[in-house]
């Protein structure tokens, strides 16, 4: 191949309109000792293309990688029982006994034994009674009549 001709290959290679046959030819004849200096900035790619096409496995490399795996320990499966899979919730349910038994201990230390009755007002103070009486309109009716009564007999 000539020197205009590797061009024009070049070219074309560079577009992606080559053959393989083409192609090659482009590596031929980069890999042989009259390439022009214009060209040798590209004659590395053909030269490396060419190598790596060429170059094979060892004829020891199944051994090489059967020795890597026989070398290798033998994992055995863990036979994983239900107690040894539920531990982790068990361990939070005696975790969240414990924290409501000590802050059961904590209230009655702080009430001192006291049985009074405790309601909750809106706010969420505690007080010992009720912060709202309800009243019945009728037992209000009654309670004026009698006085008006009471009244009227002085």
């Known amino acids: 191949m000539d020197y205009r001709q590797a061009e024009q290959l070049l070219e074309r290679y560079w577009a992606c309109e080559t053959t393989v046959e083409e192609e090659a030819q482009l590596r031929d004849f980069f890999c042989g000792d009259d390439v022009p200096s214009s060209l040798l900035p590209y004659r590395d790619l053909f030269v490396y293309t060419q190598r790596q096409s060429e170059a094979r496995l060892s004829a020891d490399f199944d051994a090489r990688v059967m020795a890597q795996i026989s070398d290798a320990p033998v994992v055995k499966a863990r036979r994983v029982t239900l107690f040894t899979r539920l531990m982790p919730m068990l361990r939070a349910a005696a975790a969240i006994t414990l924290l409501l038994l000590?802050?059961?201990?904590?209230?009655?230390?702080?009430?001192?034994?006291?049985?009074?009755?405790?309601?909750?007002?809106?706010?969420?103070?505690?007080?010992?009674?009720?912060?709202?009486?309800?009243?019945?309109?009728?037992?209000?009716?009654?309670?004026?009549?009698?006085?008006?009564?009471?009244?009227?007999?002085?």
């Not at 505690?126 to 037992?139: F, M, N, Y």
């Open 102 to 154: 000590m802050g059961n201990v904590l209230k009655h230390s702080f009430t001192d034994g006291q049985q009074d009755i405790i309601a909750a007002d809106t706010i969420g103070n505690q007080i010992s009674a009720p912060s709202v009486a309800l009243t019945d309109e009728a037992a209000i009716a009654e309670k004026d009549s009698l006085e008006v009564v009471n009244v009227l007999k002085e």
